[in-house]
C-alpha cells in the first residue's frame, strides 16, 4: 500500500477489518488468468456478530478458518451473470490480510489507510 496523492482522487474508500475467518478461502481463475481467492470473515459490533465477504488477488495461506486478522482494503459491488440474470455481490477487495499477532505490519498497514484518509480530508 502506498499513500495516494490527494489530487488523484475525489472520492475515499478505505476499509479496515478486524475478525475471526470464518470460511475457508475458495481460489477461482478468472477469464484474464488472474486467481482470486474469496473467505468470510466475521467481526463483532455493538449489534452482532457481522459476516463479511472478502476477496483477495492471488492465493492465500494466511485465511484459515479460525484465524484473526485484520484485513485493509475498499468495498467494491460487482455484477455477474448466475444463469440467464445479473446478480450482485458487495464484497471488501483485501489489500492486505494479515494475522493480528504480527501487530507492526498490522501498525503499518492501518497507519496508511489513516494517512490516506487524513490526506482525503485535509486533516
Known sequence: MSVIAVDEIDNINIVVLVGEVTSPPVSRELPSGTVVSTFDI????????VSVPVSLEGETEIAVVGAEVCVVGIVRRRFF??????????????QSVIPIRRRAQVR????????????FLDV
Open 108 to 119: 503499518k498497514a492501518v497507519g496508511v489507510a489513516t494517512e490516506n484518509l487524513l490526506a
Open 81 to 94: 451473470r448466475s444463469g440467464a440474470s445479473v446478480a450482485s455481490r458487495t464484497e471488501v477487495v483485501a
Open 42 to 49: 466475521a467481526t463483532v459490533t455493538a449489534d452482532g456478530r
